[in-house]
């Protein structure tokens, strides 16, 4: 294999991947079913169908079909903006004189700024297929909000988006984007809902959080006509729209034959990391592929390194199914110090399941060092990373500069999913050194456990 590989792999429009991947259909031991908060017993579809729309909850349900087609209607809109670039990092392997070879994903080229756009395309196409008018959603970085606000400008819908208010009042230009695309956006907790006027009367100082605007989301969705509510990760269908992510990234790599021996992405939720090594996992599990692969979160909010596997609310107000997840508890609220994203209480049921059975390796950064790795990205890729998307930089720098001391010549890939130019003000305080770092103590991660439901599952 000789060919010389570009700096950037571009595949062309034709070669854009036509099927999502569902990696639950290649895993012999399934996630735990999804379970009713009232009944304690596995979701319907007509239960979900009440919050979300109809075919996300199909394939939100699904574990046996292993590539669902991507409708024409959403491939068109995926066109947008992808294929999104397969970059050799040459600039940042030559500075910091590794042996490996460093690749990453490219998310960040449409407006939104990341990867989230994939999901929101797709579930926005659902909802005007199924016949609805608007959409409620929350937001915490921004960014799910952004790309919602695009999606929706697309397909001529409504959208209400619950801010964060920490977030609102700390990047009031992703809420200005978001209102130039047509979206409503209310910082959370709000007096609009029943749920942000009992948060507020608890703590009327309170910053928010997104299980609280999950909350009034859901509460607004339900109560308008032709509405339902959309979310941005967490769930299995968010993260098979994301596969569309590895598709392309394994479609890419095999055309120069390159196998990656390390796949690392950072977690929120954990769709970007899901999408991304969806079709390389796939081989894992099938025992075709010894690579390794690596969740990268933040210490501020540690749910895989530090959490609970167990049974928990998506939301604070506690009205979402169950999911059996790594969680921290959805009364967890990370400290406002933290700067950049990846906030979110607990993790994808899937993800939670391979890092259980041992498929996926975790670890937790501190964000000045993130930001560290963040800048010496910049500095010769070129390209402005957001600060979530650092956490898989850290990562990736690390595993590389460890090629270099045992001399091995490794493939590392990971996912850039975004750019940072609305994180401005946290560059500023990484800039001006006023940035601090915030690790809950073992006695604020048991405040959060406290608010994991006290069931006969988590017995
Ligand atoms: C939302 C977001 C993430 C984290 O979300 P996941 O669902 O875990 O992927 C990571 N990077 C960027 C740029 C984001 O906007």
Redesign the pocket.
Known sequence: MSKKIPTRIYLAEDEMPKFWYNLRADMKEKPAPILHPGTLQPVTSADMEQIFCKEPVKQELDETTQLIPIPDGIRNFYLAYRPSPLIRAYYLEKDLETPAEIYYKF??TNTS????LNSAGAQAYYAKEEGLTSLTTET??G??GSAMAMACAFYNLKLTVYMVKISSEQKPYRKALMEAYGASVIPSPSNTTESGKKILENDPNTGGSLGCAISEAIETAVKSEKCRYVL???LNH?LLH?SIIGQETKTAMDMYGIKPDIII?????????G?LIAPFMGEKLAGKSNARFIAVEPASCPSFTRGRYAYDFGDTAKTTPLIKMQTLGSGFIPSSNHAG??R?HGM?SVLSKLYRDGFLEARSEIQTNVFDAAVRFMKVEGILP?P??SHAIKAAIDEAVECKKTGEKKIILFGL??TGYFDMTAYMSYNAKTMSDSVPSDADLERGFASIPDIPQNK
């Open positions: 998310e960040g700024g990341s990867h989230k915490g970085a960014q799910w941005g990760s967490v968010v994301q992405g950072c977690a929120g939720g954990g769709s970007n990391l999408g994203g990846l979110y994808n957001a979530e998307s999913t975004g």
